[in-house]
């Protein structure tokens, strides 16, 4: 079975704090992803990373940042955490082409920033 | 226009009925549509996808697509109250490979 972690369920931080959550894959995936998802927005793509050290925006990338040093590793970062970044972060890894790029999601960080 | 639309919902369907759940694409080529069910509090999790048009059952689960009018359903026949939970649809976006758009959600709710 795939297995996709994310280092906090739940996690509060005040404004201006920089923020790392972390995204762990362990079926060797070369594609892996940032979603946050907002009530009656749906998920909206921050970051994605096809490879080691490659990272291209998603639709809402700024007051984010990523970092992918390893493989199985997806870090997100908020740089400055601002109260309009409270929301529910989701992980995601796939494998290019398996089952026409199928993605499996990690159990989500909800973030709060006071 | 939003790329992936859904009726957000709640839709409310007696237990034992058929629930429809729609979604409507705008990206033409778009090649690949899944979808996934996600109960509060907990991640997506994949039913289904469907790469052709016409009809693939799995189950209780129907997905259906049409290209040309540019929409894929997802019918749940035998509704449980279990199936209760937000349905979102996923289609691969043409823009980037392996890039997924999703939907808002549908909110099901299953009645006994």
């Known amino acids: 079975d795939v297995k996709v972690t994310q280092s906090s369920r739940y996690l509060v931080k005040r404004t201006g704090e920089k923020v790392f959550l972390e995204c762990v894959q362990d079926m060797d995936h070369e594609n892996m992803f940032w979603y946050r998802q907002d009530p009656g927005l749906g998920l909206r793509l921050i970051y994605f990373?096809?490879?080691?050290?490659?990272?291209e925006k998603g639709d809402i990338p700024e007051g984010y940042s990523v970092s992918r040093e390893k493989k199985e590793r997806f870090s997100l970062i908020l740089e400055s955490a601002s109260t309009n970044q409270t929301s529910m972060y989701l992980c995601?890894?796939?494998?290019?082409?398996?089952?026409?790029?199928?993605?499996?999601f990690g159990p989500g960080t909800r973030l709060t920033v006071l | 226009q939003k790329e992936v639309e859904q009726n957000s919902g709640p839709l409310s369907v007696p237990e034992g009925a058929i629930a429809s759940l729609n979604c409507t694409y705008s990206d033409r080529g778009s090649q690949s549509f899944f979808w996934y069910r996600q109960y509060s509090g907990k991640s997506p999790e994949l039913i289904m996808f469907i790469y052709s048009n016409g009809d693939k059952e799995d189950g209780r689960f129907t997905a259906q697509l049409n290209k040309a009018s540019q929409y894929v359903s997802l019918l749940i026949r035998d509704s449980q109250p279990s199936d209760s939970a937000t349905y979102l649809c996923a289609v691969e976006s043409i823009q980037g490979a392996q890039k997924l758009v999703f939907g808002q959600g549908t909110r099901l709710t299953i009645n006994p």
């Open positions: 990373s096809y490879d080691v050290k490659m990272k």
């Open positions: 995601a890894s796939s494998i290019p082409g398996y089952s026409y790029n199928e993605q499996f």
